[in-house]
């Protein structure tokens, strides 16, 4: 369960570049919930992922994830709590190290502890099972340095690496923005079939308004860092880009003047 209260961030305070980026921003999402987060440029979506992340940390407000404030803490003492995969697909892994390697730092994540070779050989079943239900041949390529594999396998190990232990939040970042379209189709449905099966409470921020209605159970769009309109449930059903976009304008008066929340 995420609860994000009243989060204010301003960049650059004081001085002339001073940017209010989150102007009491907030959100609750129940666990188990998959909310997907639109909105146009510099509307604060990625601040509020790097804030829930501990990437920033907000001026004020208040972040509670599964009852544990973490408001104040910083990025790696949440690492047990939040998994993330970014838009750029060489951002979530390291591509001089194998599959395996970076299967293996993944499943250490949030702990101190080395592994023992025996919960080694353990977790090497767990990985090619892992990598088999992808149906993209990488069980066989274990040892294969990372930077061998195309955007869309990078994304997809990625995915598995977020989910492969019990994290509270999982945070998506336009990951399949830098895709081609049937590499981000394979990934999206991939997202969707991870989260489910394994009841993850996820944000999705997404530049595609038709990719935000299309998955997911609940839609938040972000304007000059707020939530200025939030949809879930009868209210979402059947709903179109043209009436989201109706929506926002009757919200702020305002038109989106994103082309790539429309087209994409
Ligand atoms: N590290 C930073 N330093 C200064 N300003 C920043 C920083 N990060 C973000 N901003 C500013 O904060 C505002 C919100 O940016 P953010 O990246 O959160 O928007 P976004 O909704 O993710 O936009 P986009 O869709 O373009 O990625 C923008 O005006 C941006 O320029």
Sequence with gaps: MISATDLR???GKGTPLENPALRGMSLTVNQGEFVTVIGSNGAGKSTFLNALAGEVLVDSGQIIVD?????KLPT?????????VFQD???GTCEGLTIEENL???IKRGQRRGLTSAVKRQYMEKFKDSLSSLNLGLEKRLGDKMGLLSGGQRQAVSLLMASLTPSSILLLDEHTAALDPKTAAFVL???T??????KLTALMVTHSMKQALEVGSRTVMLHQGQVVFDIEGKDREGLEVKDLLGLFEKQRGLEVDDDSLLLG
């Design 89 to 91: 697909p060489l951002a």
């Design 193 to 198: 079939k991870i989260i489910e099966e394994q």
């Design 76 to 84: 790696h003492k949440r690492a047990g709590r939040v998994a993330r």
């Design 9 to 11: 961030l301003t960049f």
């Design 104 to 106: 293996a730092l993944a």
């Design 67 to 71: 009852n544990q404030d973490v408001t």
């Design 189 to 191: 449905e991939l997202t």
